[in-house]
């Protein structure tokens, strides 16, 4: 098994631009989420979906929009980069209530918007 | 509301101990503990759930003290391979369906 892919590992953007985050997972978890990571901030959660077909706000969701069209796929968009979103992206994803499961992390985006 | 970590960093020597604290202004049904290296993805260590024991992984055990609404992560007699960013993540209500994660405790181990 792959576990959690994330594509591309690495990307440079104008602002301005547009780009969608490709996350996927082979380990029919039904919980899956977008991170952002940025120095002396720790994780902050961008959107998340508890299921095929749903989607909610994180705790940092302006400015992006995602989908979940696929059970195995979560897909993160960027309208019109802008600087402040320079991060590190991580994806991830859970078999249920997080609780009890634990969470299993994308090897990571890394994001330049300049 | 984020959690907050203490102490932001720490520099140890192989075989010392280190603590690392995550406190919450609320009251929390669960934390989970993940370890980053540097580089790479944050990697699952423990859950603690509200009214449960507290746990342990070799050398690395954790406690929930829920009515001072903290965790604590316990290294004994640290090795290299120990060094990273500790996150610390919380739930606050059961089902949640997701974790509010500190801002990171950065562990060094020295030879």
């Known amino acids: 098994n792959a576990g959690v892919t994330q594509t591309p590992k690495f990307r440079v953007l104008k602002t301005g631009q547009s780009m969608t985050l490709l996350c996927a997972q082979d380990?029919?978890?039904?919980?899956m989420y977008w991170y952002r990571q940025d120095p002396g901030m720790g994780l902050r959660l961008i959107h998340y979906?508890?299921?095929?077909?749903?989607?909610a706000k994180g705790e940092v969701p302006d400015g992006y929009n995602v989908s979940r069209l696929k059970k195995q796929n979560f897909l993160l968009g960027l309208e019109s980069a802008a600087p402040s979103q320079t991060s590190v992206y991580f994806c991830?994803?859970?078999?249920?209530?997080?609780?009890?499961?634990?969470?299993?992390f994308g090897p990571g985006t890394r994001l330049l918007v300049l | 509301q984020q959690p907050v970590q203490s102490p932001q960093a720490v520099i140890l020597r192989e075989g010392e101990d280190a603590v690392i604290n995550c406190s919450s202004s609320k009251a929390l049904y669960s934390v989970h503990w993940y370890r980053q290296k540097h580089g790479e993805a944050p990697v699952f260590l423990m859950i603690?759930?509200?009214?449960?024991e507290q746990k342990g992984h070799e050398k690395i055990s954790a406690s929930f003290n829920e009515k001072k609404q903290q965790s604590s992560l316990y290294l004994t007699a640290s090795q290299l391979s120990y060094s990273g960013t500790y996150f610390c993540g919380t739930e606050k209500i059961q089902g949640a369906q997701k974790l509010v994660f500190g801002q990171g405790t950065r562990l060094t181990i020295n030879p």
């Open positions: 991830a994803s859970s078999p249920g209530h997080p609780y009890q499961e634990t969470q299993y």
């Open positions: 603690l759930l509200k009214g449960g």
């Open positions: 979906s508890v299921g095929e077909g749903t989607t």
């Open positions: 380990m029919n978890h039904e919980y």
